[in-house]
């Protein structure tokens, strides 16, 4: 326990959060939930299939003759070889090493070296997961059973000239990189711009692709406050500087996505999410998807987005080279001397405290309450698909959908003195359905 009362995760029960494979209590729980798997301009119509892997399992992805996305397991069913050596064609992918042929809903079509009018080929039931595709993104549904309704948040109601998307590579468990999101305190000084630094006298772009904005030059006090919703964890942080006092609401949605300020469009117009999604227990990618409400985006936002990572997604700054900190840099330009790039920055702090952080060594401070009410929720989670109940945020009914325009976003200088409480009110967001203290 913190003197706040705030309890450490067991090692235990971290393992039950890291641990993402086939069969582990946390990976099942993920797997009731709909997850990207890759974006839409990595399978181009017509393009070869694409081998992946998620939630610890070896994956092909593919578009059939007519399409249709499928999502195989990526070893063969007859002999093991890997299927994204296949050809597309004839209704499905065909393994090279004996011709065995699948469609996307894992059926075997064809075995053409088994005896004429063997129906060996209708018992093979090969690995198959849905997949749903939209805003440039292709989701899938890992889990047993009918899939949920694929969640309509609000980034996916706007016309799609509205929204951006993009993935990043990150080496630690998923859990590190949501935690980060989750944390607003960080915001305040990891991605700090000095005084006169070249990155606000200049038009460079800052780690969302917009030019490059200074925070207070002071060092903020903080207060915040969390509560419980239908969607996750909603977060209220309250930031005082000697100028001026800010209130910024960010939403833990469970199971591994974050809404919060950011991305191209103003403050109020608009948001992003991030979906840290489970490659295997120590590596994951991160999905960032934002969109603006009023109008389309400037063009030259996706394209400076694109540019702060490789064609493989991956960032050339990278725990391998030290994410290239330049220590003068660090004295007159940036409190982290990594370029005025957030991801960067964010990678930094989640990729170094291990691929697997050891997290009954923390120390929870009263900044933390959001992170500690997202774990317990998650936890509980766990503990629901083991009973056979649906963990929450997981929908079956249609007029459940609107609620979800119940994530609120925001970013803005208050009045001094306003609580949480009155800024709620004010501002007309649905309360939650716990209050959590801090």
Same mark, same amino acid.
Request: charged share 25%; aromatic share 8%; glycine share 10%.
């Given at each position: 326990?913190?003197?706040?009362?705030?309890?450490?995760?067991?090692?235990?029960?971290? #393992?039950?959060?890291?641990?993402?494979?086939?069969?582990?209590?946390?990976?099942?729980?993920?797997?009731?939930?709909?997850?990207?798997? *890759?974006?839409?301009?990595?399978?181009?119509?017509?393009?070869?299939?694409?081998?992946?892997?998620?939630?610890?399992?070896?994956?092909?992805?593919?578009?059939?003759?007519?399409?249709?996305?499928?999502?195989?397991?990526?070893?063969?069913?007859?002999?093991?070889?890997?299927?994204?050596?296949?050809?597309?064609?004839?209704?499905?992918?065909?393994?090279?090493?004996?011709?065995?042929?699948?469609?996307?809903?894992?059926?075997?079509?064809?075995?053409?070296?088994?005896?004429?009018?063997?129906?060996?080929?209708?018992?093979?039931?090969?690995?198959?997961?849905?997949?749903?595709?939209?805003?440039?993104?292709?989701?899938?549904?890992?889990?047993?059973?009918?899939?949920?309704?694929?969640?309509?948040?609000e980034l996916f109601r706007v016309p799609d000239d509205n929204r951006w998307v993009h993935k990043q590579y990150h080496e630690c468990s998923y859990l590190q990189g949501n935690e980060g999101n989750i944390d607003s305190i960080?915001?305040?000084?990891?991605?700090?711009?000095?005084?006169?630094?070249?990155?606000?006298?200049?038009?460079?772009?800052?780690?969302?692709?917009?030019?490059?904005?200074?925070?207070?030059?002071?060092?903020?006090?903080?207060?915040?406050?969390?509560?419980?919703?239908?969607?996750?964890?909603?977060?209220?942080?309250?930031?005082?500087?000697?100028?001026? !006092?800010?209130?910024? !609401?960010?939403?833990?949605?469970?199971?591994?996505?974050?809404?919060?300020?950011?991305?191209? *469009?103003?403050?109020?117009?608009?948001?992003?999410?991030?979906?840290?999604?489970?490659?295997?227990?120590?590596?994951?990618?991160?999905?960032?998807?934002?969109?603006?409400?009023?109008?389309?985006?400037?063009?030259?936002?996706?394209?400076?987005? *694109?540019?702060?990572?490789? #064609? !493989?997604?991956?960032?050339?700054?990278?725990?391998?080279?030290?994410?290239?900190?330049?220590? #003068?840099?660090?004295?007159?330009? !940036?409190?982290?001397?990594?370029?005025?790039?957030?991801?960067?920055?964010?990678?930094?702090?989640?990729?170094?405290?291990?691929?697997?952080?050891?997290?009954?060594?923390?120390?929870?401070?009263?900044?933390?309450?959001?992170?500690? *009410?997202?774990?317990?929720?998650?936890?509980r989670a766990i503990k629901d698909v083991q009973e056979d109940r649906d963990p929450p945020h997981v929908i079956r009914r249609p007029e459940d959908q609107d609620r979800l325009l119940e994530i609120s976003v925001t970013s803005?200088?208050?009045?001094?003195?306003?609580?949480?409480?009155?800024?709620?009110?004010?501002?007309?967001?649905?309360?939650?359905?716990?209050?959590?203290?801090?």
């Amino acid at each position: 326990m913190t003197e706040r009362g705030q309890r450490m995760l067991k090692k235990e029960e971290n #393992e039950l959060l890291t641990r993402v494979g086939p069969g582990t209590p946390g990976g099942e729980m993920l797997r009731r939930y709909w997850q990207p798997a *890759a974006l839409s301009v990595e399978l181009p119509p017509g393009g070869p299939p694409v081998p992946l892997r998620l939630l610890g399992e070896g994956l092909v992805m593919f578009r059939d003759q007519e399409g249709r996305l499928g999502l195989l397991g990526l070893h063969c069913s007859h002999r093991g070889a890997d299927l994204s050596y296949g050809r597309l064609e004839d209704g499905g992918i065909r393994c090279l090493y004996h011709g065995w042929l699948y469609d996307v809903e894992g059926r075997c079509l064809e075995q053409p070296g088994e005896p004429a009018g063997s129906t060996f080929h209708d018992r093979i039931r090969h690995p198959a997961y849905r997949c749903h595709e939209v805003a440039g993104v292709i989701f899938t549904y890992m889990g047993p059973g009918e899939p949920p309704l694929f969640p309509n948040y609000e980034l996916f109601r706007v016309p799609d000239d509205n929204r951006w998307v993009h993935k990043q590579y990150h080496e630690c468990s998923y859990l590190q990189g949501n935690e980060g999101n989750i944390d607003s305190i960080h915001v305040r000084f990891l991605h700090r711009y000095l005084p006169g630094s070249r990155f606000r006298r200049s038009r460079e772009l800052d780690g969302e692709g917009r030019p490059a904005r200074p925070f207070d030059e002071s060092l903020p006090s903080s207060a915040s406050r969390c509560e419980e919703t239908h969607f996750g964890v909603r977060i209220y942080s309250l930031h005082d500087t000697h100028a001026a !006092t800010y209130m910024r !609401t960010t939403n833990f949605v469970i199971p591994l996505t974050c809404a919060v300020p950011g991305g191209p *469009a103003p403050p109020g117009d608009g948001y992003l999410m991030n979906w840290h999604v489970p490659i295997d227990d120590t590596h994951h990618w991160r999905f960032s998807m934002a969109f603006k409400r009023s109008g389309p985006l400037d063009p030259n936002y996706a394209q400076a987005r *694109a540019s702060v990572t490789d #064609e !493989t997604f991956r960032s050339p700054r990278n725990k391998a080279n030290r994410y290239l900190q330049d220590r #003068e840099e660090q004295k007159h330009d !940036t409190y982290a001397g990594m370029g005025p790039i957030f991801v960067v920055q964010d990678a930094f702090a989640t990729e170094t405290a291990g691929e697997i952080q050891d997290r009954s060594r923390e120390h929870l401070a009263a900044s933390d309450a959001g992170l500690a *009410a997202a774990r317990r929720m998650m936890l509980r989670a766990i503990k629901d698909v083991q009973e056979d109940r649906d963990p929450p945020h997981v929908i079956r009914r249609p007029e459940d959908q609107d609620r979800l325009l119940e994530i609120s976003v925001t970013s803005e200088q208050v009045p001094v003195g306003t609580t949480w409480e009155q800024y709620r009110v004010q501002r007309g967001v649905t309360f939650g359905a716990i209050g959590i203290e801090d």
